[in-house]
């Protein structure tokens, strides 16, 4: 055990080089060539910003699916003049009943062609059926199928990410991260951001905007009073002010190219102007002309933000928004209609924001305790084991050098746990040198050379150690897999540590004892 | 060189002698956790129950009186606050908001707060969340545990295992039953530490079995009884020195590492010293109930 080739002397040599190299950018800043730039990354707990962990609605997303369902439905057995009653919406789908039995089969056949017309879709070669079909006396059930809704929510997710992403651009923060995690969850990180209402303002909103005309032929509280007409529905704005809206979108915010915030040249208060492409510019162009003298209105999400009167027909395809928004509120709108909408509403799971004070505090008292401790360890194990006690601390230094060297190179996220791992290991490691120094008392006092001592203690404790490690890494290897944020920082530094502390305590102390023994051929040992 | 030695040389003490007593002792105080646990329950943080935690840190002593006579009219329901580390440092706690979006009920307080001192975090957990993690936290620890029963079963016999795992079992009952009593708050951060006891105590139980299964290959005569305590005692020099290296390294961390994780650093704490007890007494003793195989050499030549 105690002798070393020449040549695997080398290679440890060369593994602890390179862990060293690894860990300097950590201390020394300074750019050298063959000098690796990578440093630690560090958590958002230590760095400071806000975390937010997103769900996006994907019950929204089923019941959208299901209610443009029905309504395909209802077109297409008009169209073919088919009566139909209790054609409504399910949980999971759609149903209605045809009345007259000799149409039943033309029913059907017309609700299947809506399947697979619109599933063409080569991509999803499993299932390519956007629902199923049952049929039981004359009453249809349509069951949207689960594959292909999960192919929906998978999208949405992904053009949700993508448009979380364009809004958080708009407010020009540095190197946010945005991953999918799960099915239909987001985790958003923006470093350095200490207040995220005007974040979580951006994203509480899903901006789908439309402009519609107002139903003019009767009022609001008449239509409350008597009947709503079923081209028209009721909507209302912030203030709770209600408008007769028709149903009917004359422009979306699809057709939208840019939208920017700005001031009224006579007011002089905020707006938002925006530009539509072609064909929006044109769609409005159109509606406009028609109506002139005529009040539209304009509704984000559900609500009337203005309801402008048309003065003249708008024909450059460009206008202006007057809500009578404060700076911010016209900015975030600007924001939101460049962006896009958010296909489903999301939902803030979790949010945890920590300001940059607190993160330096952290990153100093982490260092404070992590350089304490380990200057404790260091002098209990030269008091215990003298010139051995020196080796294994060669040893343990070395180990947290390996610790910061690996973490750099794997771009690993050092939170404030992860130095209590760090710290922890500091505890532990010295746990390998100590097994195999009471190895060696043992077998030395029972007569052995110290030569034979030393050999024997090596390789009997390496059963030991080798058990005693792999059951902690165990419980830290499941702290990774099933532990999120910070306590994987923790596990991830446990689990480092436990491996790099197997080398260092059983290999490189035992090079560095081998050599000693041959070199100065004790014939005690002081241990 | 004069080295110091904790544990003498030929130290023989009789831990077995003990095991009514000890085994009294812990059979009692995992009576006492479960009774503390049904009665009092655990504290549980934001983690695990959902809510809105709030750190506020001032230049001066903040007045906790003030901040709740200004929070009152905000209507929050349960609502805690208390320094944290220094006076001049105060943890607000809130409860879960009804509202469905529980993000937006969050401007009110934070703008009440900032007239008292600096934010200098927020946390803030919805109810599905919370609900996953106190799943998710079970589910790690019974991973954890049923992963060490088979490694340990593997590697030794099935006595070994059993013991372990009840060794572990004890330890995890004890810690928790000690947060119930003292309602120290248990986060998320808690169970990294419970799983951390649990690879840690196995560690300690891991190098005691090892001498145990070593000399029970050595001396196949000496009864089970003497080979056991003579295997802790073997081992004892180095299960002091190692509690005491990470005790020192956990110490430094509870008094220099900050406040934000002290509640893990304390959960270790108590873990550490656990942990080495019930390895030296319990999982060592537990072996002597269950009964080992004694052939094992006979095995080995076949």
Known sequence: MLYFSSSKKILLLAICLLGFFLALPNFWNISL???????????????????????????????????????DIRSSLRKDKIKYIGLRVLPDGAEVKIQNNSKITDAKNIIESLNNSTSANIFNSRNSDEFSLDEEEGIFKVTLNENSLNEKYRLAVSQSIEIIRRRIDGLGVTEPSIQRQGNNRILLEVPGLDDPQRLKDLLGQTAKLNFRMVDTSISVGEAVRTRVPSRAEIISDSEGFEYLVMKKVLVSGERLVDAQASFDATTNSPVVNFRFDTVGGKYFAKATSGNVGKPFAIILDNEVISAPVIRSPILGGSGQIEGGFSVEEANNLAILLRAGALPAPLEILEEKTIGPGLGEDSIQSGKLATIVGLIGVLIFIILSYGRFGIYANFALILNIIMIIGILSLLQATLTLPGIAGIVLTIGMAVDSNVIIFERIRDEYFNG??????VESGYSKSFGTILDANITTLIASLVLFFLGTGPVKGFAVTLSIGIVTSVFTAFIVT????????????PNELSI | MKTLKLVKKNTKIEFLKLRKLTTIFSIILCFLSFIFFLVFNLNFGIDFKGGTLIEVKSSSKINIGKVRESLSNLDLGDLQIQNFGSDSNILVRVEAQKAQNNSTSLGPITNELKSFGVIQRVEV???????????????????????????????FEWQFSLGAVLALMHDVIITIGIFSFFQIEFNLSIIAALLTIIGYSMNDTVVVYDRIRENLRKYKKLDLYELINNSINQTLSRTVLTSLTTLIALFSLYLLGGEVIKGFTLAMIIGVFIGTYSSTFIASQLLLYLGVKRDWSKNNNN
């Open chain 1, 448 to 453: 052995k050379s110290p030569f034979a001592a």
């Open chain 1, 510 to 521: 035992r090079l560095i004892i081998s050599i000693w023994l041959l070199k100065s051929k």
């Open chain 2, 125 to 155: 957990v919805g109810p599905k969340i919370s609900s996953e993690l106190i799943q998710k936290g079970i589910t790690a620890i019974i991973a954890a545990v049923s992963l060490m029963l088979f490694y340990i079963w593997l590697r």
């Open chain 1, 33 to 71: 060539p063959f000098i690796p730039k990578q440093t630690i990354n560090l958590g958002l707990d230590l760095r400071g910003g806000s975390y937010l962990l997103l769900e996006v609605d994907t019950n929204s997303i089923k019941k959208d699916k299901a209610q443009s369902l029905v309504e």
